[in-house]
């Protein structure tokens, strides 16, 4: 019965199923039965892992468009023009890698809350919008690399010679009262109660009193920073930052292809300097709106 | 040794039983050890030192699942120089099944706040499953089920009696979402405080119960997001609602306004909550008292509703200073002591005390201020 059954199935098969019966066929048979289970078992593993079948790159690729969520209330990352337009940053940003793709960007304009529920529901591919990494939603969305580095640095005068937050006992730190900056300073203070923490109402006010030598150094996001450096103060930032706030570009977690592509592109920009390019253009403060 | 061998048939038998016995043995002292280690000790009583008796924070220690941080939290609250708090306690979670209470949690907050010598504000809500019909979300409560509510908020109020001296019931009530998103009704509103009130009252007679905290908003006539806060009240009063409440609970935020910013009726800020002072004593409630049990700035750079950091220091001090001088009001809490974890948005930027501890500059100036000192600026 079994013989006009199997017959009729390739060798393999009829090996694999019958084989077990007959002493001679049984290697035949482990063999080919450990070749199928591997087979399947690595289509099981990468089904569990997401795999290749990235269905938002798939789709950015049939439709030849890129969604990209933003909340643009945040100059000069995200702001919208006279026109209603969205402009900065982060908007030249999304171009330049969907030009490198060959396809067209949509904004998408959601509130800074909604974008990551705006992700995982599907109405948007990404988000491109002065994201911090968030390590607690690392099981819901996937991450590309760091584009810009927004955390607490400490600033000096370029002739300074402080090199670090080591050098600063004794020394005169300047900050906006109740900021970040401020609690990195009064946390530096508990380590080294030399250093001595002046407070201002603004961060322009910081620097000012760090220019005309009342103050030794400043602590301030890297954004303000960068745009103190922007608009001609001649200051640097030594060390790393105090408190790292990277932003990110976020994706739907499963969007392999998608965050390989993201990923290479922005080293393909930070080695052709065209990250540095976007922020003297964005930083310089003489943008119109 | 022979004996059990003997009495069980195998020179092995005896090996085996002892084996199990010993194994048996240290799984008990394991548990033992575990209970024990994971029991946080409440520590000798305190007292809170602040020149200012009417500061508060609302603390989030709901889903703070490690009861050394709730103690932490609770500590840091002491210091600060806040002698009240209000936390939730969602009834979903403290009676899963009718009539089957778990208080575990409760018990650890309560008494963590007590012994740090902190005065315990409970907001109630939160509906169980088993008290809503099937798909309506957990701040869905018809009528029919008033009385099951009433039943865990008296249960509550027993418990708890000599510890928890205020109860709020609800939250928001005047919000679509904050209604099991259906159309809101002061008038339902009012039928649950006159289920639910005589209820709690019967369990504890000396606790104060709570009405109100309403949102402050300036939504339209017939907006199906909520109602305006004057209007609801004033509702509220018009079906009654003035014999079932000790004290009215007052959400009273500053947004972009400073806190000395003049009351305005279509603006919310601060000092809204001499408006809804005003809707009490043109009911003939002037006999009540009002605690702020929701207000605070926020000081995040993107959030439109947000002042600078320096801005919201002065303006928190400057709220307690003011709620301090309003006789007719007994507390106030800002929003919000600390998160459990981090929400990487705005909300972060409400808080006093990062998710990790860290003292905020904003908790160090308040300390400052409630141990008679002046703002380090």
Aim: hydrophobic fraction near 45%; charge should be negative.
């Amino acid at each position: 019965m079994s013989g006009r059954i199997f017959g009729r199935f390739p060798a393999w098969l009829r090996t694999l199923l019958v084989g077990w019966t007959t002493p001679k066929h049984r290697p035949v048979a482990l063999i080919v039965s450990i070749l199928v289970l591997g087979v399947i078992g690595s289509w099981l593993f990468s089904q569990l892992l997401g795999g290749d079948d990235d269905q938002t790159w798939e789709h950015i690729q049939q439709t030849g468009a890129w969604r990209v969520g933003m909340d643009p209330s945040f100059p000069p990352f995200d702001l919208l023009d006279s026109e209603g337009n969205p402009m900065g940053y982060d908007v030249d940003l999304a171009r330049a890698i969907a030009a490198r793709w060959g396809i067209q960007v949509e904004i998408v304009a959601t509130g800074f809350d909604g974008l990551t529920d705006a992700l995982m529901a599907g109405r948007i591919d990404s988000v491109i919008s002065a994201l911090p990494h968030d390590p607690r939603l690392t099981a819901d969305l996937s991450y590309s690399s760091s584009y810009f580095e927004a955390g607490v640095r400490l600033a000096v005068i370029e002739s300074s010679p402080i090199s670090s937050v080591a050098d600063l006992a004794g020394k005169r730190l300047a900050v906006e009262w109740g900021s970040n900056g401020d609690a990195e300073a009064r946390r530096l203070q508990r380590d080294e109660p030399l250093i001595q923490r002046h407070t201002f109402s603004t961060p322009q006010e910081a620097l000012g009193a760090l220019l005309n030598g009342e103050a030794d150094g400043i602590l301030v996001d890297g954004v303000t920073l960068r745009q103190m450096q922007a608009d001609g103060a001649g200051i640097v930032a030594v060390g790393p930052a105090l408190e790292s706030t990277p932003y990110v570009i976020a994706m739907p977690l499963g969007a392999t292809m998608l965050q390989e592509e993201i990923n290479a592109v922005l080293a393909d920009f930070v080695a052709t300097g065209f990250l540095d390019t976007l922020e003297i253009r964005w930083f310089s403060g003489g943008f119109d709106q | 040794m022979n004996r059990i061998a003997k009495r069980w048939g195998h020179p092995r038998a005896s090996r085996f039983i002892i084996g199990l016995l010993l194994l048996f043995g240290a799984t008990v002292l394991y548990l033992a050890l575990s209970a024990y280690l994971s029991t946080v000790p409440l520590g000798p009583q305190q007292v809170v030192t602040t020149i200012n008796p009417k500061m508060g924070v609302h603390t989030r220690l709901t889903d703070e699942a490690e009861e050394w941080k709730i103690k932490r939290s609770l500590e840091m609250v002491r210091t600060m120089g806040a002698p009240w708090i209000v936390e939730y306690f969602p009834w979903a979670y403290y009676e899963p099944e009718p009539g089957h209470f778990e208080w575990n949690h409760p018990d650890a907050v309560i008494n963590h706040a007590n012994r740090q010598g902190l005065t315990v504000i409970a907001r109630l809500g939160f509906v169980p499953e088993w008290a809503r019909p099937a798909n309506t979300l957990p701040l869905y409560l018809d009528e029919e089920h008033y009385a099951d509510f009433g039943r865990f908020a008296a249960a509550f109020a027993a418990r708890y009696r000599g510890r928890v001296s205020h109860i709020i019931l609800w939250n928001e009530p005047n919000l679509s979402q904050e209604w099991g998103f259906r159309p809101v009704d002061p008038e339902g509103y009012v039928e649950l405080l006159k289920v639910v009130y005589p209820m709690i009252k019967q369990a504890n007679p000396d606790v104060q119960v709570l009405a109100g905290a309403l949102a402050p908003t300036l939504a339209p006539p017939g907006s199906e997001w909520g109602m305006d806060d004057l209007v609801y009240l004033q509702r509220m009063y018009d079906a009654g609602a003035r014999d079932f409440f000790d004290s009215l609970a007052i959400h009273s935020y500053g947004w972009s306004f400073d806190a000395d910013d003049s009351p305005d009726p279509t603006v919310v800020n601060f000092r809204r909550a001499e408006l809804v002072r005003e809707v009490m004593l043109r009911n003939g409630d002037e006999g009540k008292q009002a605690m702020i049990t929701e207000s605070g700035w926020n000081d995040h750079p993107r959030w439109t509703k947000g002042v600078s950091p320096g801005r919201r220091i002065e303006n928190t001090i400057r709220a307690y200073e003011m709620a301090a001088e309003w006789l007719w009001l007994d507390a106030i809490a800002l929003w919000a002591f600390r998160y459990p974890w981090d929400a990487k948005s705005y909300q972060d930027n409400f808080t006093f005390v990062g998710t990790d501890f860290e003292p905020k500059p904003i908790y160090l100036e308040v300390q400052t201020y409630s141990r008679g000192g002046r703002p380090t600026k």
